[in-house]
């Protein structure tokens, strides 16, 4: 298959319009024309994620962030940077990223997250101008209150998580409203309260963040930016799996550990 084909597929259901300003997505390394045969899914561009693809004779790797955000004003071999661009062209790997308009899509990411919470209905928390039932984050309501500690244990176990880290005055609180946003979104905390969440789960939480919802109220659930969006694989391998291109995963992560 053609790389603008597999291209063109993705761009139905995750449209490049649906990005942050801020983003970078698509292909940002390689020819449209070119014939792929394995796709390799990676959260990100690491050097052990490329060492893969060569080993597996991977054409494509798809990942969700993207490798290349800002401008590029030379590619020094002996950088981190143009290494890796070195040896994605020099054995003829493509590179595609879908960032946030996968967040962002409707059957996208977040959207994902909560199929694996069970929650069938939600709202955006923040609607893209190009499509108001698309956006960042979603809004959902739990059938019936639930104390925090049991949610928590929940969690762990949908989204495959060893820890979290939880702010809140007590694992004993109720919850009912829910909010959620992949990777980092504690910048919507505030929002996120004045649409009436109990809890917000999110990822790359800081510390002044934390100190200041836990005093607002509001209990967060910090489940790690890597955790959060590693599930990325799992959704797009579907596709791949529907068109009849060959796919493989590799996720080199998560970058923190607990010891």
Not at 14 to 34: C, I
Not at 102 to 113: C, I
Not at 161 to 174: A, F, Y
């Amino acid at each position: 298959m053609i790389a603008q084909q597999i291209i063109n597929g993705l761009e139905e259901r995750y449209p490049k319009r649906l990005a942050e300003d801020w983003d970078n997505v698509g292909l940002l390394l390689g020819d449209n024309k070119q014939e792929i045969k394995k796709v390799q899914l990676s959260l990100d561009i690491t050097d052990k994620a490329i060492e893969n693809a060569v080993k597996n004779g991977v054409n494509m790797i798809v990942t969700h962030h993207p490798f290349i955000f800002k401008g590029i004003k030379n590619i020094d071999f002996s950088t981190t940077i143009g290494k890796k661009i070195r040896d994605l062209i020099k054995n003829d790997i493509s590179v595609y990223s879908i960032h946030t308009n996968l967040d962002s899509a409707q059957g996208g990411l977040n959207d994902y997250l909560l199929s694996l919470l069970d929650i069938c209905e939600s709202k955006v928390i923040d609607k893209n101008s190009e499509n108001e039932s698309c956006g960042i984050g979603r809004l959902y309501k739990l059938k019936e209150e639930t104390l925090l500690k049991e949610y928590i244990v929940q969690l762990k176990e949908r989204f495959q998580l060893e820890n979290l880290r939880v702010i809140t005055e007590s694992d004993e609180v109720k919850i009912k409203r829910v909010a959620l946003i992949n990777g980092s979104g504690m910048s919507y905390w505030r929002k996120v309260k004045s649409l009436g969440a109990d809890l917000f789960i999110t990822g790359d939480v800081g510390y002044h963040e934390a100190l200041e919802a836990k005093e607002s109220g509001l209990t967060v659930i910090d489940i790690g930016h890597f955790e959060g969006e590693q599930h990325f694989v799992r959704l797009l391998k579907t596709y791949f799996e529907k068109i009849n291109i060959d796919v493989i995963i590799y996720n080199d992560g998560p970058t923190f550990k607990i010891y």
